[in-house]
């Protein structure tokens, strides 16, 4: 695989690393129109970087989509935030998520997550 991946330094609401759409479909192993849907659906969290459309690495780790995303997606979209507010939201450092809530959804703190982001409606 070819993946190309854009990294840079952690910064404050911004994921480390970012893939492009046709490297998250290659990484995937789906077509890169199933990636179009996915990120019309709400299954996936694509916004412009550098001026291309690009979805941060952590959301995609171990050639899938981290498992709670699209759950959490619809959560902070029904409590109305855009794309680029669930992408800082996902990425705000947070030490009792495991250092941000991206990274909670990998692990055993996803419940958490996802309690903190139904909170958000409220």
Do not use: C
């Not at 840079?8 to 789906?30: F, I, M, R, Y």
């Not at 990425?91 to 958490?112: I, S």
């Amino acid at each position: 695989m070819s993946e190309s991946v854009t990294a840079g330094p952690t910064t404050h609401g911004q994921p480390a690393a970012w893939v492009n759409l046709p490297d998250v479909s290659e990484k995937l192993g789906v077509s890169i129109s199933k990636v179009h849907q996915m990120i019309r659906d709400g299954q996936l969290l694509a916004v412009k970087h550098d001026g291309i459309r690009q979805v941060p690495a952590e959301l995609v780790a171990n050639s899938t989509v981290l498992k709670h995303l699209p759950g959490i997606l619809t959560l902070l979209r029904d409590a109305g935030y855009n794309d680029e507010e669930a992408l800082r939201w996902l990425f705000e450092p947070d030490p009792t998520v495991d250092g941000n809530p991206a990274l909670g959804l990998g692990g055993d703190r996803a419940r958490e997550v996802k309690r903190r982001a139904q909170a958000l409606g409220f």
